[in-house]
């Protein structure tokens, strides 16, 4: 019975650990008027009749902290790129300079901050729905070994342990909600 209570608690960490590096993977992609490679990572290109990854036909950097760099592995392959990131939605603007894209990241509006400060909170809020339904199945596995043969007071004892990490996880979506906050709203 020991092994089975172990065994669910390291599987719901682990699922509650996966909702944040997922809260942390979304939040990269909410910029901060700052040049990060990451912002063009969603960019797929036509590249010889098949989509693929920017980062796959390019080296995507930094000459800045407002300018992007993509240099691709190939000259011909400049202007799908150019196409691919205008079409992306991403609200950038790429500037083909024959041998490499520069694109230079405007600075933010109070106005875009809040929106992305909105954007950022709705993904923590997801992130906090799964930590929840994580905890919920957990509790119900408890439930179905306490049907088992699990006596009331183990079983009281693993669903407070269950609250107990669910807490730190949620906290720790708060703590990386604020940094994302501050560095969104810091001219």
């Known amino acids: 019975m020991d092994e089975e209570i172990d065994f669910i608690?390291?599987?719901?960490?682990?699922?509650?650990q996966k909702s944040i590096d997922h809260l942390e993977?979304?939040?990269?992609?909410i910029r901060a008027?700052?040049?990060?490679?990451?912002?063009?990572?969603?960019v797929m290109v036509d590249y010889y009749g098949s989509m693929t990854p920017l980062s796959q036909i390019s080296n995507i950097g930094t000459m800045d902290a407002r300018t992007l760099t993509i240099q691709p592995w190939e000259k011909s392959s400049l202007e799908p790129i150019e196409r691919a990131i205008i079409n992306s939605n991403l609200g950038l603007n790429p500037q083909n300079n024959g041998d490499t894209i520069l694109i230079n990241i405007p600075q933010l509006t109070e106005e875009r901050r809040k929106d992305l400060v909105k954007q950022a909170r709705a993904e923590a809020e997801d992130a906090k729905v799964g930590i929840r339904n994580v905890r919920k199945e957990g509790n119900d596995e408890v439930k179905k070994l306490e049907k088992d043969g699990l006596s009331e007071d183990a079983a009281k004892g693993v669903e407070e342990s269950i609250q107990g990490f669910t807490k730190e996880f949620s906290l720790a979506v708060d703590k990386i909600l604020t940094a994302k906050e501050a560095d969104v709203m810091k001219v």
């Open 33 to 42: 008027g700052k040049a990060n490679p990451s912002m063009v990572s969603s």
């Open 25 to 29: 993977n979304e939040l990269t992609k």
């Open 9 to 16: 608690i390291d599987s719901l960490k682990e699922s509650m």
